[in-house]
């Protein structure tokens, strides 16, 4: 009798997690009536990790492999049992005993384990004749706890993650540097900023909070993602100047590191940073939560989701948060309100229909855009000088009335369908528009703090609209199996200004700064922005092809063929930006790999603020070389990567004169490691090594000066101690940032600092409610320390020690 064998990795563990998410199954018998799994039943004997599928709707027998295959069971049964039965689609965070019950239903079939802990699957009326496997038993309802992708069980690692014009990929077998930060990780740490959510990766460089002024530093390898396509929500273009959007509408955010033209298009070698929408919930969710800090900012949010209809065929999700108060500058406050809606119509069992969502608008007062070091203090010379040293994050050094707003609006609509088992097709659209309202000033200041201020008042408006259609399947040919991703985007993004004004205001001293009044009467909406100064439009085709050759050897070919086309500059031109990479598996718990990628991106633009303000140059070209390996356990990743990066330079010279001149050149190692100790450890440990020079400038003085701005070390760690016997947890976190360089020419430099956070987390029941008591202080020495801007000499102030304390309770 010919027999289906599918196995992986073998799937066992021994922490008391698992055995506490044993009461989350579904029950086995899933339904009055429906078969149930022998295996599912008897997992209790056994530990499982609750795990992330998504396996699509088709013939049960691909189905069973993939779920073999993507949980690492040793599954084995006669290809006759399964030959014209069907699956639903499977996605969503289950057990994988959960999983295979899912798939087994209304089939007629039932799940064994044998003796050998090896899978079998029998038809019901044989189920009495086990032949060494265990009996049928009961079916038990037992209670839910969540330990699913990027929890704390699995020292908040993420197994997958959507890699554009890849799909969906698992991490370890990607051929890039590729990070997730998952929604428990962002609500243990409290993080309400980009800049506080990615401060365990020491690839992503040290910038501010959203409380004072526009996020702007926030940089990954040491460059700064595009302005135009750098940052996207469910994969989709949003144009934006600032990392600013409210992380509380979103599950998790991905960061793709370095060149990304292959997989999203063009755009600076920086990364991008996909936020992913909180989407429908299977199980009803109903969450409310406020937060205080120790500031007088206080916040409440609410979170709720969950499935209704005759076949729960309609889901929903709903995310509000509303924040208002102090802020830690003194004199400071901040305002800010969003709120996100996610629906989604299961049509059929193979068609679905999703539509979304956004908005959201912040204020903060009291902050400031640049502090520029120079020799006199005067205003406008923007000559680096020695920089005065580190002051206390909590003093205000701009006027009180200054104000930074962003509102951030959107909708997004996507189709997916389901041809047959290995073939996809989707039709997504998404419109974003983000307003930013400047009513902030520079501070320009020599070494002993005498200052000159200008400030200046205007507001943009970005509108960004893109339609993508794609399909991805999968196929034979001979020995190769193939993973096909194709498809066809168009993308506008246009950009509108207001009049600007621009003033200078009283200077003095920052040991006790002047506070002048406002000169403008009010600051300039964002609706005020309607002079129409740049539209670029994107038409991109792109298409990969992942050959598996054997179970151990990938080979990903890709290409992007796009055109820009920019109506103001009248730029219009094609490229072919490829990407090549293999992944080599020699264990199963282990993949090496190599790749390269090209990137093309558009020329710089002088900024407003330049002596050549408004100059637009030519494209740059970056190339991307990349050696790495990736490592799984059951609770433990790892990863080591070597990187080489060239792009054209810009820089702005002491004549504040902006210019593309020569290359620049990253490279670097990094390091990380997450990993579970026990019952009661957890441990998160990143390094990042990075050489980034300029060569080939016409100036060879610069030749071989380090890029300013960025550190050549940064050093991150995190740690979580489970107090024996109490729900009681410990954190604890450490980062380092070397030195960086504020002058093209190196003459200057910003020092070292250690950055070191603690927190608790509580988890208890309020009248039956399971409810979370969070505390969190970051900066805990109160360190004062400067944030530098990657290209740039500018400075801001670091955020002094802040202390959170919230709670969540789920009723």
């Known amino acids: 009798m010919p027999v289906t064998r599918v196995s992986s990795s073998s799937f066992s563990s021994s922490s008391p997690f698992a055995r506490r998410a044993l009461s989350v199954m579904l029950s086995a018998l899933l339904g009055g009536g429906a078969v149930q799994s022998a295996w599912a039943q008897s997992a209790a004997t056994r530990d499982e990790r609750v795990q992330h599928f998504r396996i699509p709707a088709g013939s049960l027998g691909s189905s069973l492999a993939r779920l073999a295959l993507d949980a690492g069971l040793n599954l084995s049964f006669d290809p006759a049992l399964t030959a014209g039965r069907e699956s639903a689609a499977l996605e969503g965070d289950f057990m994988p005993s959960t999983a295979l019950a899912i798939l087994l239903k209304g089939s007629g079939l039932v799940a064994f384990s044998r003796n050998d802990g090896s899978i079998n699957l029998r038809k019901q009326e044989e189920a009495g004749a086990g032949g060494g496997a265990e009996p049928v038993l009961k079916a038990v309802t037992v209670v839910a706890t969540n330990l699913g992708e990027g929890g704390e ?9 959507r890699l554009g014009a890849l799909g969906e990929k698992a991490l370890k077998d990607t051929p890039y540097s590729l990070e997730v930060f998952s929604r428990d990780l962002i609500d243990n740490k409290q993080a309400q900023s980009l800049a506080e959510a990615t401060k365990g990766d020491a690839s992503i460089a040290l910038s501010g909070s959203n409380l004072t002024g526009e996020n702007n530093a926030f940089a990954v390898r040491g460059i700064a993602p595009d302005f135009y396509t750098g940052q996207r929500i469910d994969g989709m273009a949003t144009r934006s100047r600032a990392a600013d959007l409210p992380l509380e509408n979103f599950d998790r955010v991905e960061i793709l590191k370095g060149a990304s033209a292959f997989q999203y298009g063009f755009g600076a070698p920086g990364g991008v940073v996909n936020y992913v929408l909180k989407r429908p919930t299977e199980e009803t969710l109903r969450r409310i939560g406020t937060q205080v800090m120790d500031s007088g900012l206080l916040g409440v949010q609410g979170d709720f989701g969950g499935r209704f209809g005759a076949e729960r065929q309609l889901g929903y999700r709903v995310a509000a948060v509303r924040e208002e108060g102090d802020t830690y500058i003194k004199g400071g406050r901040s305002k800010r309100e969003s709120a996100s809606l996610a ?12 539509a979304d969502m956004l908005v959201a608008q912040h204020a903060r007062y009291g902050g400031y855009w640049a502090l520029v070091p120079n020799a006199n203090g005067v205003a406008n010379n923007y000559t680096a000088a020695s920089p005065l040293s580190p002051i206390d994050g909590s003093r205000r050094l701009a006027p009180s009335f200054t104000r930074y707003g962003s509102v951030h609006q959107g909708w997004g609509t996507d189709l997916g369908w389901q041809l047959n088992p290995d073939w996809r097709a989707e039709l997504a ?17 020599d070494a002993q703090g005498n200052y000159s201020m200008r400030i200046w008042n205007y507001a943009n408006r970005f509108e960004s609209n893109q339609t993508q259609a794609s399909v991805q399947g999968r196929f034979a040919t001979g020995l190769l199996r193939h993973e096909l991703v194709a498809g066809y985007s168009m993308t506008s993004t246009t950009s509108f200004n207001s009049p600007t004004q621009s003033s200078l205001l009283a200077g003095g001293s920052l040991s006790n700064p002047a506070d002048p009044g406002n000169p403008y009467s009010s600051h300039v909406s964002y609706h005020d922005a309607r002079t129409e100064y740049d539209k670029v439009f994107r038409r991109e085709l792109f298409a990969s092809d992942t050959l598996h050759a054997g179970d151990a050897v990938d080979f990903i070919l890709g290409a992007r063929h796009g055109r820009l086309e920019d109506r103001y500059t009248g730029y219009d031109r094609a490229a072919l930006t490829p990407s090549v990479a293999a992944v080599y598996r020699p264990l199963a718990w282990l993949s090496t790999y190599a790749s390269y990628v090209e990137a093309l991106e558009e020329g710089g633009t002088a900024p407003t603020t330049a002596a050549n303000a408004g100059q637009v140059f030519d494209p740059l070209k970056s190339t991307q070389h990349e050696l790495g390996l990736k490592a799984e356990g059951r609770d433990w990743t790892a990863n080591a990567s070597v990187f080489r990066l060239q792009r054209g330079l810009t820089m702005t010279s002491s004549t504040n004169v902006y210019s593309q001149d020569g290359e620049a050149h990253y490279q670097g190692v990094e390091l990380g490691l997450k990993t579970r100790l026990g ?8 390094a990042m090594w990075l050489d980034a020079k300029a060569q080939k400038t016409s100036s060879s003085a610069l030749d071989g000066k380090h890029i300013q701005g960025v550190a050549r070390t940064q050093l991150s760690q995190y740690a979580e101690y489970r107090v024996s016997g109490l729900p009681l947890t410990l954190t604890a976190g450490a980062r380092y940032i070397g030195k960086r360089p504020i002058d093209a020419a190196n003459n200057w430099s910003v020092g070292a600092v250690t950055l070191f956070d603690a927190g608790a987390r509580y988890e208890t029941e309020l009248q039956g409610y399971p409810t979370v008591f969070r505390l969190n202080v970051d900066n805990l020495a109160n360190k004062a320390y400067w944030i530098t801007i990657p290209t740039y000499s500018y400075l801001q102030q670091g955020a002094p020690r802040t202390v959170k304390l919230s709670m969540q309770l789920d009723f």
Do not use: C, H, K, V
Request: no cysteine; aromatic share 16%; hydrophobic share 40%.
């Open 679 to 686: 019952r009661q450890w957890l441990l998160g440990s990143t």
């Open 343 to 354: 629906a989604d119509w299961r049509i059929r069992q193979d068609l679905t229909w999703r």
């Open 429 to 445: 659209y998404r419109r974003a528009i983000n307003g930013r309202e400047f009513n902030a000033p520079a501070i320009f200041t």
């Open 153 to 161: 069980a699995r020292a908040y690692s993420s197994s997958s993650a």
